[in-house]
């Protein structure tokens, strides 16, 4: 598993909210999937409403949250 830290906007009614988040995934386009997904259930915006502006992949020492830390480590 790798660490990614994802950046873009999704759209929240009439504005665009600005977001970024770190996931723990095999590769990038698996990491833009989780993205959708959890975006798409927590808020409840349909996928042409969320835009990833940056995808980059995170060394484990850099990584800020504690549960994509854990599933990177735990991996090895």
């Known amino acids: 598993m790798k660490a990614y ?16 988040k770190e996931l723990a995934a095999t590769d990038e386009p698996s ?6 997904s959890v975006i798409g259930s ?8 969320i835009e990833i502006a940056k995808a980059v992949e995170v060394p484990s020492a850099e990584v800020r949250d504690h549960a994509v830390k854990y599933a990177v480590e735990a991996k090895r």
Do not use: I, P
């Open 5 to 20: 830290r994802l950046e873009g906007r999704f759209r929240m009614g009439r504005d665009w909210q600005a977001f970024s």
């Open 31 to 36: 990491a833009r999937e989780k993205l959708l």
């Open 42 to 49: 927590q808020h409840g915006v349909a996928r042409k409403y």
